[in-house]
């Protein structure tokens, strides 16, 4: 087991899923850990697993007054921290021709603008030799026949896979890595996407398993590994994509 024993670390996005994951590993390696997320219903239900030693926060990253918030919230609590995992995020598949300026916005105000203004109130506070990582997606980068559901999502995602590498030689200076990983199929209670009903889950479980060349989905957990391995064992690396996909980014790259 890895020992993380007074580290402080944040996650946001970090009450269900591959976020929930990350902040159990910090526990069980003996870290302090902030998460937040935007429902409230997730939220009661990461305080009781994650137990007394981790802060639960119900923020929304698409507000700056939470981001704000939530900031401060983390100035008063730990001070300083170790480690940033930008994590929060969402996905609402809609052929292109259906999506609207609504979702469009919604997409970008998370997955982007909400990570973007994150980092911006979070830096200061992060140690010279601490780390950012964020949850980008296999889709972050190219196109694919058949695949336009993707379209805004691919597109929110690319944009902070972006951010990354601007970040990264932004906080060079400072002693700040920032790298990325990006998760295939991941086997969440959500499976990534808002609004789903079982059945689509179920279907969804099924084109993952089929498309992936190691033919399953991946675990909260192994997500979870990678993303701990980048923010404090990488030491030499910044401005890095890691894919935790079985190998579903080289075989539709070969498309």
Excluded at 1 to 23: D, E, I, P, W
Excluded at 112 to 130: D, N, R, S, Y
């Amino acid at each position: 087991m890895n020992n993380y024993t007074g580290k402080k670390a944040v996650v946001t996005g970090g009450t269900h899923g591959m976020g929930l994951a990350v902040a159990k590993a910090l526990l069980a390696g003996g870290a302090e850990v902030i998460v937040s997320g935007r429902n409230p219903k997730n939220a009661e239900e990461a305080k009781r697993e994650l137990g007394e030693r981790a802060h639960v926060v119900v923020s929304d990253v698409s507000s700056m007054k939470d981001v704000q918030a939530f900031g401060d919230y983390v100035e008063k609590h730990f001070g300083k921290i170790d480690f940033l995992h930008v994590n929060a995020g969402i996905s609402m598949l809609e052929p292109f021709l259906e999506v609207t300026e609504e979702t469009y916005d919604r997409t970008f105000a998370v997955n982007t603008k909400g990570a973007f203004f994150t980092v911006q109130h979070l830096t200061p506070l992060i140690h010279e030799g601490g780390s950012i990582v964020f949850t980008s997606s296999v889709a972050d980068e190219g196109g694919y026949p058949g695949m336009s559901v993707y379209s805004v999502y691919s597109a929110s995602k690319a944009a902070l896979r972006s951010l990354t590498s601007g970040f990264a030689a932004e906080l060079l200076d400072k002693g700040i890595r920032v790298n990325v990983v990006s998760p295939g199929f991941i086997d969440t209670p959500s499976m990534g996407v808002a609004g789903f009903t079982d059945a689509d889950r179920a279907t969804f479980q099924e084109l993952g398993d089929k498309v992936t060349p190691m033919k399953r989905h991946g675990s909260s957990e192994e997500v979870a590994k990678a993303v701990l391995f980048l923010a404090f064992d990488a030491t030499f690396t910044t401005g890095a994509k890691l894919t935790v996909d079985g190998g579903l980014g080289q075989s539709l790259s070969s498309l």
